[in-house]
């Protein structure tokens, strides 16, 4: 079974950049028709979508983080990673890695457990 | 974006009850509507897929209906361990959105 498993800085600075690590266990990021994706949680409020990325390299942003954000893939250590760049109060959040399953239907199937980061000086 | 509300926010209810929680879309996303189980410091579960697909292990008791802007995901007899907040996710196009969640709580 596929496991997830977030790992980073749990604390950034107000305009630094937030650097997160999904490693992928349990079977090969580069197998199956899969997305990799990114999905935060502020405190007290509901699931936003981040982003994704294709084994391939290819990726979707949300638009209301474009110009902020990053998604990378390595393939040779089995995991995906996000930065965020210019980081506010906002972005303090649970922020989860998790597969999306794709064609022809696309959901997430597998998620992390999430991790904490918190934007503060 | 597409919105997606889910009603009720919250829900108290008993062991063995039947509830049923809504997810409605802001356009039509035919059946790419996913629903999920939330517990507090866990990774979030898949329940049901494309608007009414039972993920693999998942019990039978939990089913999921509708398509175009109406869902509903309805636990036909609640077991204690069912007790989470549940959320609607719609796939029809990025960026993807949820619903704001809805608490099942123990009444």
């Known amino acids: 079974q596929v496991q997830l498993q977030e790992s980073g800085p749990g604390l950034v600075k107000p305009s630094q950049t937030l650097s997160l690590t999904c490693t992928v266990s349990?079977?090969?990021?580069?197998?199956?028709?899969?997305?990799w994706s990114w999905i935060r949680q502020p405190a007290g409020k509901g699931l936003e979508w981040i982003g994704r990325i294709y084994t391939s390299g290819s990726t979707n942003y949300n638009p209301s983080l474009k110009s902020r954000v990053t998604i990378s893939v390595d393939t040779s250590k089995n995991q995906f990673s996000l930065k965020l760049s210019s980081v506010t109060a906002a972005d303090t959040a649970v922020y989860y890695c998790a597969n999306e399953v794709t064609s022809p239907e696309y959901y997430f199937d597998y998620w992390g457990q999430g991790t904490l980061v918190t934007v503060s000086s | 974006d597409i919105q997606m509300t889910q009603s009720p926010s919250s829900l108290s209810a008993s062991v063995g009850d039947r509830v049923t929680i809504t997810c409605r879309a802001s356009?039509?996303?035919?059946?790419?509507l996913n629903w999920y189980q939330h517990k507090p410091g866990k990774a979030p579960k898949l329940l049901i897929y494309?608007?009414?697909s039972l993920q693999s292990g998942v019990p039978s008791r939990f089913s999921g209906s509708g398509s175009g802007t109406d869902f509903s995901l309805t636990i036909s007899s609640l077991q204690p361990e069912d007790f989470a907040t549940y959320y609607c996710q719609q796939s029809y196009i990025t960026p993807y959105t949820f619903g704001q969640g809805t608490k099942l709580e123990i009444k």
């Open positions: 349990g079977g090969s990021i580069s197998s199956g028709s899969y997305y």
């Open positions: 356009q039509s996303i035919s059946s790419f």
């Open positions: 494309a608007a009414s």
